[in-house]
């Protein structure tokens, strides 16, 4: 059964540093999204992305995120100058099409962590 | 602004107990969707349901069942008979007719004892 995955499945990394995960969504998906989840908290929307162009992102993907699909596959969410808030697990999804009415698909998370 | 509220913060029930989680949701859309999701220790979110707002009949899955009321806006999820590998968190979560997003609850974590 086709799944999304995700690398690495825990990023350490210090305060300020630059960090990229990446995501391989399922591959005849076309809508890819990116979540987090601070430890023991809720999962909360970051941004979604279709045709080269954000869709739509809340307040929380400020000018420290960015997203990109570098070639036909990978799907990445660079933080530019990482804060220690900014530690939770990231969850890339995919959906074959759009609209509520269709699931999105989740990978495995990734687990980040500031120091 | 869409909200999904999940009272329960956590449940603790014994092995073969039926244990309901409750979600209230919040929208000011007529066309939308509700989803349960299961996160286990592993950390993964794995599907179990979606609804449409238009699909008031309640669903049963093996031991698991939905009961979605829109006149008190809630959609609730039932384990029967629950197992030691049901404990996990369940989060209920929302998505209107574009989904481009999806807005979870808190999340009820839901623990079987043997």
């Known amino acids: 059964e086709p799944e999304v995955t995700q690398t690495p499945s825990h990023q350490v990394t210090q305060m300020g540093q630059e960090v990229i995960l990446r995501c391989v969504p399922i591959?005849?998906?076309?809508?890819f999204y990116w979540y987090r989840q601070i430890l023991g908290q809720k999962v909360e929307f970051l941004v979604s992305?279709?045709?080269?162009?954000?869709?739509?992102k809340s307040e929380i993907f400020d000018d420290q995120f960015s997203v990109e699909r570098p070639d036909g596959s990978n799907f990445t969410l660079k933080i530019r100058s990482t804060k220690l808030e900014d530690s939770a697990m990231y969850f890339c999804?995919?959906?074959?099409?759009?609209?509520?009415?269709?699931?999105?698909?989740f990978g495995p998370g990734t687990r980040l962590t500031v120091t | 602004a869409q909200k999904v509220t999940q009272a329960q913060t956590e449940i603790s029930v014994v092995e073969k107990e039926d244990v309901t989680l409750d979600c209230v949701y919040e929208?000011?859309?007529?066309?939308?969707?509700l989803f349960w999701y299961k996160q286990p220790p592993s950390g993964e979110l794995v599907f179990l349901i979606r609804?449409?707002?238009?699909?008031?009949q309640n669903e049963i899955s093996g031991r698991y069942s939905w009961n979605f009321q829109k006149s008190t806006s809630s959609f609730n999820f039932t384990i029967t008979a629950s197992q030691v590998v049901d404990s996990a968190v369940y989060f209920c979560?929302?998505?209107?007719?574009?989904?481009?997003?999806?807005?979870f609850g808190g999340g009820t974590r839901l623990m079987v004892k043997p």
């Open positions: 999804a995919s959906s074959g099409r759009q609209g509520g009415g269709y699931e999105q698909y």
């Open positions: 591959s005849n998906h076309l809508y």
């Open positions: 992305f279709y045709n080269n162009e954000i869709s739509e």
């Open positions: 929208t000011r859309d007529t066309t939308y969707y």
């Open positions: 609804r449409n707002s238009f699909d008031e």
């Open positions: 979560a929302l998505s209107d007719n574009a989904g481009n997003m999806l807005t």
